[in-house]
C-alpha cells in the first residue's frame, strides 16, 4: 500500500509498533507481548496531515483458556518483581509504610474489641462462678489432700513392704537365716563406713575385715564375719541370731 500510494504521489510510510494487548484484571494493567507486533501505514492528505491506515486483514479472536490464565498470574508475578524489587524507592516505601500501618490498625482496633468482649465474659464468669467457688474450696482441698496421701501411699507400698519385711527378719533372724545374714552385715558395713573404713565391691568379707586399723574393731568384725557367712552360705539359724548381739557390740565399742 505504501509503494502504491507513492507512485500516485502521495507520501506514506511504514510504522512499526504493538497494537492490541491483554487487561489482566490481576494487577489492572495491559499485558503488551512480543506477539503484539505489528506494522501499520500512515500517509499524508494534504489539508488533513498524516493519517493512519490499516490494510492488514483482521485476525480471530484470541480464545481464552486456562493456559491463558496460568500467563495471566506470570504476568502479575513479574510485575509485583519488577515495581517491589527492581524499581524499589522511597515512593515505594512510603507506600509499602501506609498500607502496613493502616494494616496494623485495623488489626489492632479489632482485636482490641474482641478481647474487651472476652474480657467482660470472663468478669461475669467469675463473678457467677466465685461463690460456689468459695463454698467448695474447702471440700475440694480436703478431697484434693486425702487423695494425694493415698496416692503417696500406693507408689510407697512396695517400699513400704519391703522395708517391713526386712525390719521383721531383723528381729528373728532364725525365720530366715539367710536374709537376715544380709540385713544385719549391710548395717555392719554402714556402721564401719561412719567410723573410716568403707568395703570395696572387689573385696571378700574377710578381705574388709583384715584392712581394718583398729585390733579390738577388727576381732568384733572379723567374729562377726564368721558368723554371717555361715548364716548367709550355710542357712544357719543359731548363727543369724548371734548377728544382733555381734553388731551391738562393734556398734558401742570405742
Do not use: C
Request: aromatic share 12%.
Amino acid at each position: 500500500m505504501a509503494l502504491m500510494l507513492r507512485t500516485i504521489g502521495i507520501p506514506s510510510r511504514v510504522v512499526n509498533g504493538f497494537a492490541g494487548g491483554e487487561f489482566n484484571d490481576i494487577t489492572s494493567q495491559y499485558v503488551i507481548r512480543a506477539s503484539d507486533a505489528h506494522s501499520w501505514l500512515e500517509a499524508y492528505i494534504p489539508g488533513e496531515g498524516w493519517l493512519t491506515f490499516d490494510p492488514t486483514p483482521a485476525g480471530n479472536a484470541k480464545a481464552h483458556s486456562e493456559w491463558n490464565r496460568f500467563m495471566l498470574y506470570m504476568d502479575a508475578m513479574s510485575s509485583f518483581w519488577r515495581e517491589w524489587v527492581v524499581n524499589y524507592d522511597l515512593a515505594h516505601q512510603l507506600r509499602l509504610g501506609q498500607d502496613a500501618t493502616r494494616g496494623s490498625r485495623a488489626i489492632v482496633g479489632h482485636a482490641q474489641s474482641w478481647a474487651r468482649i472476652q474480657y467482660e465474659k470472663i468478669l461475669a464468669w467469675a463473678r457467677r462462678s466465685q461463690d460456689r467457688v468459695s463454698a467448695a474450696s474447702l471440700k475440694w482441698g480436703v478431697r484434693t489432700v486425702i487423695a494425694v496421701a493415698l496416692f503417696l501411699l500406693i507408689i510407697s507400698f512396695p517400699r513400704l513392704l519391703v522395708l517391713s519385711q526386712k525390719l521383721r527378719f531383723a528381729r528373728h533372724p532364725r525365720r530366715a537365716p539367710q536374709l537376715a545374714a544380709s540385713i544385719w552385715y549391710e548395717r555392719l558395713l554402714r556402721q564401719t563406713a561412719k567410723r573410716g573404713w568403707k568395703k570395696s565391691p572387689s573385696q571378700t568379707p574377710e578381705e574388709f575385715a583384715a584392712v581394718i586399723s583398729d585390733d579390738k574393731i577388727k576381732g568384733h568384725v572379723l567374729d562377726f564375719t564368721e558368723h554371717y557367712e555361715r548364716a548367709r552360705f550355710g542357712n544357719s539359724a543359731e548363727d543369724a541370731s548371734r548377728l544382733p548381739e555381734l553388731y551391738e557390740e562393734i556398734k558401742t565399742s570405742r
